[in-house]
């Protein structure tokens, strides 16, 4: 049986390009460059996670945040509800530090820090994704320079891989 150890919510607006998911070591000599990788969602190489946007609409993307949620677990967590998520994927993880923090491609990060409670791990990562809707009205008001919509959110369940 699972057990959930923490849960952690931040919220991070891209300047340019993607997510990334960083360990506090930054790279190492193994760490290939997952941003050349490419994927549908995202790419993992050694203390780097790139996650694509899913948000279809050009006309928001500046004025985009993205709502993460991660959460630490023993084991395995239960599956959440295909029905909640646009996409979903489980990949693999490796990190040195065990301390990992959101940024963008221009290295702009978030001051939030999230501890894994591992140095030296390998994770398994089930990444879950839905575009958040706006009706016209929102729209409207978010192309006037509000800087607080939330246009993504993501679900990152991590877990030991012990294989």
Not at 19 to 25: E, G, H, K, M
Not at 58 to 70: A, K, Q, T
Not at 80 to 97: G, N
Request: aromatic residues 8%.
């Amino acid at each position: 049986m699972a057990d959930l150890l923490i849960t952690v919510e931040d919220i991070f607006q891209r300047r340019y390009g993607r997510y990334l998911l960083a360990d506090a070591d930054g790279p190492t000599i193994d760490t290939e460059d997952a941003r050349l990788l490419g994927g549908e969602l995202c790419s993992t190489t050694q203390n780097l996670m790139v996650i694509e946007s899913i948000v279809g609409r050009d006309d928001v993307m500046e004025l985009m945040r993205g709502r993460f949620v991660f959460e630490v677990w023993t084991a395995e967590p239960p599956p959440t509800p295909s029905d909640v998520w646009d996409k979903q994927i489980v990949v693999h993880l490796r990190t040195t530090s065990g301390v990992v923090h959101l940024e963008d491609d221009d290295e702009m990060a978030s001051p939030l820090q999230v501890d894994l409670g591992a140095r030296a791990m390998h994770w398994r990562v089930r990444l879950s994704a839905r575009e958040v809707e706006l009706n016209p009205e929102d729209v409207e008001y978010f192309e006037l320079g509000a800087e607080e919509y939330e246009a993504e959110v993501f679900l990152l369940q991590f877990w030991p891989d012990r294989h």
